[in-house]
T-cell receptor, first 112, second 111 residues
Framework: NAGVTQTPKFQVLKTGQSMTLQCAQD?????MYWYRQDPGMGLRLIYY???????DKGEVPNGYNVSRLNKREFSLRLESAAPSQTSVYFC???????????FGDGTRLSIL | QKEVEQNSGPLSVPEGAIASLNCTYS??????FFWYRQYSGKSPELIMS????GDKEDGRFTAQLNKASQYVSLLIRDSQPSDSATYLC???????????FGDGTTLTVKP
């Protein structure tokens, strides 16, 4: 019962480095989401993909890119990491927008 | 104004009391409403979904929806210390492609 799997779980980067956060779901969901959550704050939507082949910006897309590789996988890329991107990143999925989302365990990212 | 607003809290209740968490939403065409619980350092987990006006009960949890007032609430009866967490309210609709989350209310249940 994997659900939503995120890799890596922890990562430390230096300013200016790039990396890709991976997310995969095995629930045959159409929609996938990337959020960031800063300490003591709520979830902020970075990008989402309502269906395979489509992606849309969320509330805080600057500094990020995404790829919906196939129905299962949705990756988030930081091209040039900045300390302001230090956060916990959650991937989530659901069948469609009016259904509950299932979350991965998160990636804790620190940028020095 | 945020699309989904929650009492900022924190909310503190004694063990065994009823905890009441409130949420309002601005998008009148929202169709579905969710409550998630998030323990510190963990990911959000769904605890209640509600789609129709009225009450929905699941064990110690009751979700209440009033679409006319654009108001959703979560009641936790016989609160336990293990209920101490942040509770997130979310609203969704099919053609929006996404749900909108509130910032959460942190609940502490004191033994």
């Amino acid at each position: 019962n994997a659900g939503v799997t995120q890799t890596p779980k922890f990562q430390v980067l230096k300013t200016g480095q790039s990396m890709t956060l991976q997310c995969a779901q095995d629930m045959n969901h159409n929609s996938m989401y990337w959020y960031r959550q800063d300490p003591g704050m709520g979830l902020r939507l970075i990008y989402y993909s309502a269906s395979e082949g489509t992606t849309d910006k969320g509330e805080v897309p600057n500094g990020y890119n995404v790829s919906r590789l196939n129905k299962r996988e949705f990756s988030l890329r930081l091209e040039s990491a900045a300390p302001s991107q230090t956060s916990v990143y959650f991937c989530a999925s659901n069948g469609q927008g009016n259904q509950p989302q299932h979350f991965g365990d998160g990636t804790r990212l620190s940028i020095l | 104004q945020k699309e989904v607003e929650q009492n900022s809290g924190p909310l503190s209740v004694p063990e065994g009391a009823i905890a009441s968490l409130n949420c309002t939403y601005s998008d009148r065409v929202s169709q579905s409403f969710f409550w998630y619980r998030q323990y510190s350092g963990k990911s959000p987990e769904l605890i209640m979904s509600i789609y129709s006006n009225g009450d929905k009960e699941d064990g110690r949890f009751t979700a209440q929806l009033n679409k006319a007032s654009q108001y959703v609430s979560l009641l936790i009866r016989d609160s336990q210390p293990s209920d101490s967490a942040t509770y997130l309210c979310a609203a969704g609709r099919a053609n929006a492609g996404k749900s909108t989350f509130g910032d959460g209310t942190t609940l502490t249940v004191k033994p």
